[in-house]
């Protein structure tokens, strides 16, 4: 599930994985537990360009996110930080992430 409001400056993009909403607004990622509506966590100035995608682990312990600037981020949900960036992860822009069910690969396009 996303959602772009073009019509405004800012760019607001979330996505429901499971029972954590992901929401993403110019530059920060927000991760709030869906059933409670309690914020998880933050993390600020998460990528130059928008976010499209997030992916969430099924133990979640992890957070992928694939943004515009072709940069992928993998985020510690319980340390609360950003454990490996890999930049310019795909030859063209990055719109969607996926975990696998064992949790071992992460696919992107």
């Not at 927000?30 to 992916?55: G, M, P, W």
Request: hydrophobic fraction near 40%.
């Amino acid at each position: 599930f996303f959602f772009n409001d073009t019509a405004t400056t800012e760019i607001y993009t979330e996505q429901i994985v499971g029972s954590v909403r992901c929401v993403q607004e110019t530059g920060l990622i927000q991760v709030l537990d869906f059933e409670t509506r309690t914020l998880i966590c933050e993390f600020k100035k998460a990528h130059y360009a928008n976010v499209h995608s997030f992916a969430l682990s099924s133990n979640n312990k992890y957070l992928i996110s694939a943004s515009l600037d072709r940069s992928i981020n993998i985020w510690d949900l319980e340390k609360r930080t950003l454990e490996y960036t890999m930049k310019m992860a795909h030859p063209i822009i990055l719109t969607q992430v996926v975990i696998t069910s064992d949790d071992k690969y992460f696919i992107t396009c």
